[in-house]
């Protein structure tokens, strides 16, 4: 697990925290996340990121672990759960596939929110979408 958050001022606390719960910590470009993304994922020497964001704050603790599996075992490049809740899905994607998105990806609302790129298959991005389990399907944003 790692933070990467931004070098604004304000996310000082959030590295304190951090830094108070022996939280690796990673700061980098406010608007640029997909480098931030990259960064941290060389910094780190990841193979696989499991992306869960700030705004989803009711994460399905077993989400990681299902959707790793699938991503090793479909040789896939990205893995998201369809049917998740608002504010519980996390997604999982290589590493390899982050950087190469790092280096081709150039509209500003991929390079803000990360995946787009890969969903859309950009990067020759081999993506799968599962079924989230029966019970804990509910309300998504769409």
Do not use: W
Request: charged share 25%.
């Amino acid at each position: 697990m790692v933070l990467a958050t931004t070098t604004h001022v304000e996310d000082d606390r959030l590295m304190a925290a951090a830094a108070l719960y022996g939280v690796p910590a990673f700061r980098g470009p406010s608007e640029d996340v997909l480098q931030r993304f990259a960064l941290v994922a060389r910094a780190e020497g990841a193979r696989y990121i499991v992306r869960a964001t700030a705004d989803n704050p009711a994460v399905d603790i077993d989400a990681p672990r299902r959707l790793l599996a699938i991503l090793r075992a479909t040789g896939a490049d990205y893995v998201a759960e369809d049917g998740m809740p608002y504010g519980a899905a996390v997604e999982a994607f290589t590493v390899a596939s982050l950087l190469r998105a790092d280096s081709e990806a150039v509209d500003a609302y991929d390079r803000e929110h990360v995946t787009p790129f890969l969903r859309r298959g950009g990067a020759g991005c081999r993506t799968v979408t599962v079924p989230a389990p029966d019970k804990l399907r509910g309300p998504t944003c769409g």
